[in-house]
């Protein structure tokens, strides 16, 4: 079974107001397999952000279809959004929620009912215990970093997509954040990331699929495609 089936997903940008279109997304199918880590490698600018966006429903598609853990994104978009919690690249947070106070309204917005809230565990598992009163705005980039990696969280959605999780984060977080991901995919929970690094995707990834200018141009086990490369 696969966590992610994608046809056909095409993303035109602008067009409207005097821009020229861009098209991010050139007609990409793609399927990603339950309990898989996976990586989508690819150059800046190549499409990778515009993918993942749409799977956390952050983008509307211009053409092609999305099924989420089963459910079609058009058909049922509350239980495909559900079943996916995302961690963006941008450091975004409102900078007068405590990090126990930005855990509570997401739990909110997903609908988690009171007692299946679970903020003291999440801060423990992203290592904000100390810093669960503390303004957003106070917080260090890294800091930043992990509360958005437990926001992601607290609807225990079945996959954790990351957008360039460890982009210019140091040794220390980097390898916090990687055993976060290996022991959530332990635990079952399908894991998506985007990087460009070839190192992570290497230390991390079971499969691959690269994508350059809007178009998969390759998928296959970590081993078969980075193997060769040294
Ligand atoms: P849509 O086609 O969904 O209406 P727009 O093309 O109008 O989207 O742009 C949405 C927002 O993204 C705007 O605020 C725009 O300034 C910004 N934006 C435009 N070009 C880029 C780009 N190349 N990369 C990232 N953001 C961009
Ligand atoms: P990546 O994540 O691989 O760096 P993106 O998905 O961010 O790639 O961008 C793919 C292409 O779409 C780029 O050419 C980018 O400039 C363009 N783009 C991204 N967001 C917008 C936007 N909101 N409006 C217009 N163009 C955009």
């Not at 089936?5 to 399927?31: C, M, N, T």
């Not at 106070?101 to 988690?112: N, R, T």
């Not at 669960?132 to 958005?148: C, D, F, K, P, Q």
Request: some cysteine.
């Amino acid at each position: 079974d696969n966590a992610i089936e994608i046809r056909g997903l095409r993303k035109v940008y602008g067009g409207q107001h005097g821009q020229p279109p861009k098209e991010a997304l050139k007609g990409v199918d793609l399927d990603i397999p339950r309990g898989s880590v996976f990586g989508l490698l690819g150059p800046n600018g190549a499409g990778k952000s515009t993918l993942i966006n749409i799977l956390a429903g952050l983008v509307v598609k211009t053409e092609g279809s999305v099924r989420i853990w089963g459910f079609d994104q058009d058909v049922n978009p509350r239980q495909s959004r559900a079943s996916i919690g995302v961690m963006p690249q941008e450091l975004n947070l409102d900078p007068f929620f405590t990090p126990r106070g930005a855990l509570e309204v997401q739990a909110g917005l997903y609908g988690v009912p009171k007692s299946q809230r679970r903020a003291d565990e999440i801060l423990r598992l992203v290592g904000l215990q100390d810093k669960a009163e503390a303004y957003a705005r106070t917080l260090s980039g890294g800091m930043r970093r992990r509360l958005l990696l437990g926001k992601a969280l607290v609807h225990q959605p079945h996959i954790l997509v990351l957008d360039e999780p460890t982009a210019g984060v140091d040794i220390e977080l980097r390898q916090m954040l990687w055993e976060n991901v290996r022991m959530l995919n332990r635990q079952g929970m399908t894991i998506i990331l985007t990087t460009h690094y070839l190192e992570e995707a290497e230390e991390m990834c079971d499969e691959i699929a690269i994508i350059n200018q809007g178009t998969l141009v390759a998928r296959d086990t970590t081993a078969n495609l980075l193997g060769s490369i040294d």
